[in-house]
């Protein structure tokens, strides 16, 4: 009888152990600022000699991004619409690195020919104080265009976002 | 005598001829061109095949039976660029890359060039939108010089320059 009653304290000590952990494991984790909505900058590149096509795909699979990862406001450059919101949070993006790679080379060769742009991205609220600053890389290695990059960065990017922001209704 | 001479002018004649004539067709896109809309325009999925043309102060995306229209004048930006993209592309260009004794490496070898046309504009909320579209070799500039005379801006007011990037590919994979 005192045998399972040992085993029985011995089990709920070890449930208790690993129940725990995840919850502190949550507490660790930084605290989301606020923000209502989301407005995305135009792509800068005054550094970097970026061709268009891939300044207009990394604005546009940005936004999309954004908006896939449950940002339900998400405001473009210039949208008036975004002056009257409390809690915008404004997303500035530079360009700080291209190569351009190639395709061709990516698929003869394998090891060559990768196309990477490496990105900061400034959030800011609407009167430029900055609340977060990350450097961002898109790469493509192997398959598929160069403007996949672009691709690759906009999901990292937003991924960012998500873990450093939180709008209403989305933790 | 003469007839040797006749022959030979008509052999330039017609060498001139065939270096001239493909020159000037691919200049002139008369009525829609044939495009990929590869990302941008608003309601119009990614990659999608259309034709495109300037009318009344619009540019005219058709496809299928939908169509997408973006005014020359809120046109902020329209740059073209030259390009290329793989000659055999798709779901059949990404199975090639399985080809025994590098078959579809030399497959990849091949490609074609294609004309970009990238666009930035606003909508009626002032919010900036991009679109870009491929399309064949010397139909950009045509489409560009038009939607200028119609009200567009342009920051590069010259011809195409080949892209800083050497190749984009329109197939599949950038879906999301």
Not at chain 2, 1 to 26: D, K
Not at chain 2, 142 to 170: C, D, F, M, N
Request: with cysteine; proline share 3%.
């Amino acid at each position: 009888m005192k045998r399972i009653l040992n085993a029985a304290i011995w089990l709920s000590m070890f449930a208790l152990v690993f129940a725990a952990s995840p919850l502190l494991a949550q507490k660790n984790k930084p605290t989301k600022m606020r923000a209502a909505a989301l407005q995305v900058e135009m792509i800068q590149s005054s550094e970097i000699k970026l061709p268009a096509e891939f300044q207009v795909a990394l604005y546009e699979n940005l936004i999309r991004q954004l908006e896939k990862n449950g940002f339900s406001h998400v405001y473009r450059d210039g949208d008036h619409n975004a002056a009257s919101v409390a809690n915008l949070v404004v997303l500035h993006s530079t360009v700080r690195g291209f190569k351009a790679g190639s395709e061709r080379a990516r698929q003869v060769t394998t090891v060559s020919g990768a196309t990477s742009i490496a990105v900061h991205c400034q959030f800011t609220s609407p009167d430029g104080t900055s609340l977060l600053e990350q450097d961002v890389n898109g790469k493509v290695r192997f398959f598929g265009g160069n403007l996949k990059a672009t691709y690759d960065f906009a999901k990292k990017a937003a991924h960012v976002a998500n873990e450093n922001f939180s709008t209403a209704g989305h933790e | 005598m003469t007839s040797r001479s006749t022959m030979v002018l008509i052999g330039v004649a017609s060498l001139f001829a065939g270096l001239v004539i493909p020159v000037a067709n691919a200049q002139q896109a008369s009525g829609p061109v044939k495009v990929v809309q590869l990302t941008g325009l608003v309601g119009v999925k990614d990659n999608a095949k259309g034709t495109l043309d300037v009318q009344n102060g619009q540019l005219h995306f058709v496809h299928g039976k939908a169509s997408s229209d973006v005014s020359a004048s809120s046109i902020q930006d329209v740059v073209t660029a030259a390009d290329s993209q793989r000659a055999v592309g798709g779901m059949i260009g990404l199975m090639s890359m399985a080809a025994p004794y590098g078959g579809g490496r030399v497959l990849s070898l091949f490609r074609s060039k294609i004309d970009t046309l990238t666009l930035q504009y606003r909508d009626a909320d002032g919010g900036l939108h991009g679109a870009i579209f491929t399309m064949p070799v010397g139909t950009a500039d045509v489409i560009k010089k038009e939607l200028v005379a119609q009200g567009a801006h342009t920051t590069a007011p010259g011809e195409s320059t080949p892209a800083a990037a050497p190749s984009t590919s329109s197939n599949k994979e950038q879906k999301q």
